[in-house]
């Protein structure tokens, strides 16, 4: 069997809220998170199938045809989109990074054609960093 990986990137906007609580509960547990008109983040998104190499092909999965599925399924309906406001999935559920993996790959299941969708990642581009000491 052998893996393999594409890579996505997306921008889109969210808040977190629980209706239940008081404004002054949501602050304290979601901090800038709570803001309904929401905040922006960059996610990077790692889809990975697993599979046979077809013989005649070479492939495990067109490489072309994944990322079509990946655009169609996931990019056209989360990318530059207000996640609490436009997804449906979001409508009743808090658009956390947990979530939204859950999501994508409920998304994208079965729909990988010659391959089984083996992994989701999600993970948020800012918190990617640097640090720099000087010339040392």
Known sequence: MILLTRKAEFSASHYYWV?????EENRRAFGKC?????????YTLEVTVAGEID???GFVVDLKELKDV??????????????????????????TTENIA???????????AGAKLHRVR????????ADYYGEQ
């Open 122 to 129: 999600v993970y948020e581009m800012a918190d990617l960093f």
């Open 55 to 57: 013989q005649k092909t």
């Open 19 to 23: 209706p239940e609580w008081t404004e």
């Open 70 to 95: 990946i655009e169609r399924e996931v990019m056209s309906v989360y990318d530059h989109r207000h996640l609490n406001l436009e997804v449906p999935e979001f409508a009743s559920k808090m658009p």
């Open 34 to 42: 709570a803001n309904r008109n929401g905040h922006g983040h960059n």
């Open 102 to 112: 859950i999501a994508i790959w409920d998304r994208l299941d079965g729909k990988i």
